[in-house]
């Protein structure tokens, strides 16, 4: 169970001076939830604003054949809901927890008085979008134009820099040397929009390349720093190259590898 100083430590993070963070924490609650427990439907109106103290959500769409198919992922140490809650709108997803996780909950109201009245909050809330807009809009050029390739190498970097950075980080910071993804393969397709099988085949070339580390139920993206400069390298081409095979992709690493 979190302290009371660990849930002042993360509003502190937001920008929030020791008075008002004190002030605030009165009102967060801790929530705990199983795997495959919804926090939220979709169309339901959200309540809090969310941060992930441990486990993964995923903000998920139902489909006529009964498949929840994922659109992105939240790990350990992210905030999500924003968008509801600022838009005054409802949930445009299902949030499902993909493993057991613990939130803490600020009350939508709490969130609106912040963001009016805390001009440090309004700022690292706005920062917080608009690198997930960016991160929306690299995911639909791929989705539109990137052959399946790209979508898988991409996406995996995409996906590893949402656990590094915690979601919220502008792609400026290193990497440590590693990031585990815990999640199946399959729900990993699903984000890239390829299918398992595709999926499977791009990984394991990506593994024996020793880009990737592959165990049940998990995959470990490694040498995480050439990973974070291949994204870099793909926003910053002037011509984006939306057809490479997985030999080129993989060139484009060694190319990247720190001397």
Request: charged share 15%; aromatic share 10%.
């Given at each position: 169970?979190?302290?009371s100083s660990y849930i002042?430590?993360?509003?502190?993070?937001?920008?929030l001076?020791d008075?008002?963070?004190?002030?605030?924490a009165?009102?967060?609650k801790?929530?705990?939830?199983?795997?495959?427990r919804?926090?939220w439907?979709?169309?339901?109106?959200?309540?809090?604003?969310?941060?992930?103290?441990?486990g993964?959500?995923?903000?998920s769409?139902?489909?006529?054949?009964?498949e929840?198919t994922?659109?992105?992922?939240?790990g350990?140490?992210?905030?999500?809901g924003?968008?509801?809650?600022?838009?005054?709108?409802?949930?445009?997803?299902?949030?499902v927890c993909l493993?057991?996780t613990?939130?803490?909950?600020?009350?939508?109201?709490t969130?609106?008085?912040l963001?009016v009245q805390?001009?440090?909050?309004?700022?690292y809330?706005?920062?917080?979008?608009?690198?997930?807009?960016q991160?929306?809009?690299?995911?639909?050029?791929?989705?539109?134009?990137?052959n399946p390739?790209?979508?898988v190498?991409m996406?995996?970097?995409?996906f590893?820099?949402?656990?590094?950075?915690?979601?919220?980080?502008p792609?400026?910071i290193?990497f440590g040397?590693g990031?585990?993804?815990?999640?199946?393969?399959?729900t990993l397709?699903?984000?890239?929009?390829?299918s398992r099988?595709l999926?499977s085949?791009?990984?394991?070339?990506?593994?024996?390349?020793?880009?990737l580390k592959?165990?049940?139920?998990?995959?470990?993206?490694?040498n995480?720093?050439?990973?974070?400069?291949?994204a870099?390298?793909?926003r910053?081409d002037?011509?984006?190259?939306?057809?490479?095979s997985?030999?080129?992709?993989l060139?484009?690493?060694?190319?990247l590898e720190?001397a």
């Amino acid at each position: 169970m979190p302290t009371s100083s660990y849930i002042l430590q993360r509003l502190r993070k937001l920008g929030l001076n020791d008075a008002v963070a004190a002030q605030t924490a009165t009102v967060v609650k801790v929530q705990s939830f199983d795997a495959g427990r919804k926090i939220w439907v979709k169309g339901s109106e959200v309540g809090h604003w969310q941060y992930i103290i441990s486990g993964l959500v995923s903000a998920s769409i139902s489909t006529t054949n009964s498949e929840s198919t994922p659109l992105s992922i939240y790990g350990k140490g992210a905030w999500f809901g924003e968008q509801s809650i600022i838009n005054r709108k409802p949930s445009f997803a299902d949030y499902v927890c993909l493993t057991a996780t613990e939130v803490l909950a600020l009350p939508a109201a709490t969130f609106d008085t912040l963001f009016v009245q805390e001009p440090h909050f309004a700022r690292y809330v706005a920062k917080l979008m608009a690198w997930r807009v960016q991160k929306t809009s690299e995911t639909l050029t791929l989705m539109k134009l990137g052959n399946p390739c790209l979508r898988v190498v991409m996406g995996l970097a995409q996906f590893a820099e949402a656990l590094a950075y915690k979601s919220d980080r502008p792609p400026t910071i290193g990497f440590g040397e590693g990031v585990e993804i815990p999640i199946a393969q399959t729900t990993l397709a699903s984000l890239c929009g390829v299918s398992r099988t595709l999926f499977s085949e791009y990984v394991q070339q990506l593994a024996q390349q020793g880009w990737l580390k592959i165990s049940y139920g998990k995959l470990e993206i490694l040498n995480i720093g050439t990973w974070h400069a291949f994204a870099r390298s793909q926003r910053e081409d002037s011509v984006s190259h939306l057809n490479a095979s997985i030999d080129e992709l993989l060139q484009i690493l060694r190319g990247l590898e720190p001397a």
